[in-house]
């Protein structure tokens, strides 16, 4: 992959001549591999957080942050060379609370394993269902909540358990704030983090 530094940057419609520039104009050459998320660790190396390459390539590039792992290649300008980093370590250890799985329905589907929790059958073609419906006062917290097909949710219809019968198969609950599993949805394409993540 070769982008050329000195043409006409489509972001600031100049020549690119810095790095940051440089950049902007591989981003829009390269898009989608500017996208490509990268795990972020602490100086202590726990994992903190998944960004973008564009973002990532930035760190290191202004010493907030240092290469652990490429496997990804490079991006060429004429007159530079960027790793393309797949796992990336802050320099400086930064304090915040340990990540927790944000309540949203992609979230909720993936804690239930793609399941209908009321017939079972896994499929794509879900919807979330408060087990103790809205309008008696069910509140959207991890325990109320679970992913039922549409055919069971409608059956299920805006009754509670006791009234309709329908009782999920897994009493749900919050999904662990393990490294592994926060950034697990990740694994399928960069099985390389897996060692990163295990034991945090
Ligand atoms: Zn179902």
Redesign the pocket.
């Known amino acids: 992959m070769l982008i050329v530094a000195g043409n006409q940057c489509p972001v600031f419609n100049s020549p690119c001549r810095e790095i940051s520039i440089e950049l902007h104009c591989c981003y829009n050459y390269v898009g989608d591999v500017m996208k490509d998320p990268v795990l972020v660790l602490n100086a202590n190396f726990q994992p903190i957080n998944v960004t973008s390459m564009y973002r990532a390539i930035n760190l290191v590039l202004s010493d907030k942050a240092t290469l652990i792992l490429n496997g990804r290649g490079v991006i060429r300008t004429v007159s530079q060379i960027f790793l393309m980093p797949s796992v990336i370590r802050l320099n400086h250890m930064v304090k915040r609370p340990r990540p927790v799985v944000k309540l949203t329905r992609k979230e909720i589907f993936r804690r239930d394993r793609f399941t209908?929790q009321?017939?079972?059958?896994q499929t794509t073609d879900l919807t979330i269902d408060h087990i103790i419906p809205r309008h008696l006062g069910g509140k959207t917290q991890w325990e109320n909540v679970v992913s039922?097909?549409p055919?069971?949710?409608h059956l299920k219809g805006g009754l509670t358990p006791e009234q309709s019968g329908m009782v999920p198969i897994k009493p749900p609950k919050c999904p662990p704030n393990t490294a592994t599993y926060l950034f697990g949805k990740h694994l399928n394409h960069h099985n390389e983090w897996e060692n990163f993540l295990s034991g945090w």
């Open positions: 209908c009321y017939c079972g059958r039922a097909c055919r069971c949710n």
